[in-house]
């Protein structure tokens, strides 16, 4: 049974362009996460998908969004990317108690 | 959201017990209590959970004080693979979809 899986893995991208990362859950879930995590600090919560929906916004700007799709799979975009932005992301997926979750193994971006 | 305060950093003796303390003192009553630890350049993993009572698993032990305002995850016996961030956090009901991470305590394991 796969994990959580994401891609890419690294990623590098200039001020201003737009990037989308993607997340497979574990097979069958039906719930994503999306995480933000900046060098030295812990993952900041970003989107909770379920079910396709939308269950869940921490607090960032517009210019992030997410969507997830009938295979349960996600993409989070990114906007008009800031020097700021560079940080791993991070995709995790309940277990099936709902209480234990599974991260990825994350995308590192770099905005230059 | 409830907060937790955790030590920055503590540090260990390889196969010697760790107790790793966290503060929750604004819990509520559905709030669970979750531990999880971050390897250099992984994800999070989890490590336990709990809501009242003591838990117990094959990674570590979980104390929770009876008023619920503080709780330590505890390592029996640490290893070299132990070091890690370590990140306490509450979440509403049993619900993982949506984790507040703090700072962590950075665990170092000396051999």
């Known amino acids: 049974d796969a994990g959580v899986t994401q891609s890419p893995t690294h990623l590098i991208k200039t001020r201003g362009q737009h990037v989308t990362l993607r997340c497979s859950p574990i097979?069958?879930?039906?719930?994503v996460s999306w995480y933000q995590q900046v060098l030295g600090q812990g993952p900041q919560f970003i989107f909770q998908y379920y079910e396709k929906e939308e269950r869940g916004r921490g607090n960032f700007p517009d210019r992030f969004s997410a969507r997830q799709f009938p295979n349960y799979s996600s993409e989070l975009n990114v906007n008009a990317l800031l020097l700021g932005d560079s940080a791993l992301y991070l995709c995790a997926s309940p277990g099936q108690s709902l209480a234990e979750a599974f991260f990825g193994q994350g995308t590192r971006l770099t905005v230059v | 959201d409830a907060k937790t305060t955790q030590p920055n950093s503590m540090e260990s003796n390889e196969e010697e017990p760790v107790h790793l303390p966290c503060n929750h003192s604004?819990?509520?009553?559905?709030?669970?209590i979750h531990w999880y630890r971050q390897l250099p350049s992984q994800g999070p993993e989890y490590v336990i959970h709990?809501?009242?009572s003591n838990v117990n698993n094959r990674m570590a032990s979980l104390a929770i004080a009876e008023d619920r305002k503080s709780s330590t995850l505890i390592l029996h016996r640490a290893t070299l693979r132990d070091a890690a961030v370590y990140y306490c956090?509450?979440?509403?009901?049993?619900?993982?979809?949506?984790?507040?991470f703090g700072q962590g305590t950075t665990l170092q394991v000396k051999p």
């Open positions: 709990g809501l009242t």
């Open positions: 097979s069958g879930h039906k719930s």
């Open positions: 956090i509450l979440s509403w009901g049993s619900n993982t979809g949506k984790l507040i």
């Open positions: 604004t819990i509520s009553g559905t709030d669970y």
